[in-house]
């Protein structure tokens, strides 16, 4: 299994985190100071860290504005609150779909799943209240997506 976050290069403007750090200050939350935004992909089967490489490189990241970091475990510890954002068991992820078949596009035939989620850095001092709120109001669609907080 490999974990695969993609993230802006730090001389470009991380739109979609900024967004989010709006869309939080908009529903009077004022303690979250900055929003980094990550997508992120978990690739289960039997592929090697090089493939994996090709995979990030030449299909889920833009190599002028985005640079990833491959990973095949636990994470280390972050000074700052992480939600991550992933589709149920059970639901259509149509975007890890299109990956599958993008990966036996670029000649890996190994059989792979990909599941796909969104991973958001929220820095400053947030209380875990505040932050399952951030999750429910903003992030996540409940029905059919779930979130855990790191």
Request: net charge positive.
């Amino acid at each position: 299994m490999f974990k695969i976050d993609i993230f802006t290069k730090e001389e470009f403007k991380d739109s979609h985190g900024e967004r989010v750090l709006s869309d939080i200050l908009s529903i009077g939350i004022r303690d979250v100071k900055k929003v980094d935004y990550f997508p992120f992909y978990i690739i289960y089967g039997d592929i090697n860290k090089s493939e994996a490489k090709t995979i990030a490189s030449e299909l889920l990241s833009d190599k002028i504005t985005e640079g990833f970091k491959i990973s095949s475990g636990a994470e280390k510890k972050s000074k700052s609150s992480i939600i991550e954002v992933l589709y149920k068991k059970g639901v259509t992820d149509t975007v890890s779909e299109s990956v599958i078949k993008a990966i036996k596009d670029l000649g890996i035939t190994n059989d792979v799943k990909v599941k796909t989620g969104h991973k958001y850095y929220l820095h400053g001092n947030v209380s875990q209240d505040v932050l399952n709120k951030i999750a429910v109001k903003l992030l996540a669609n409940i029905l059919v997506q779930e979130y855990k907080i790191k």
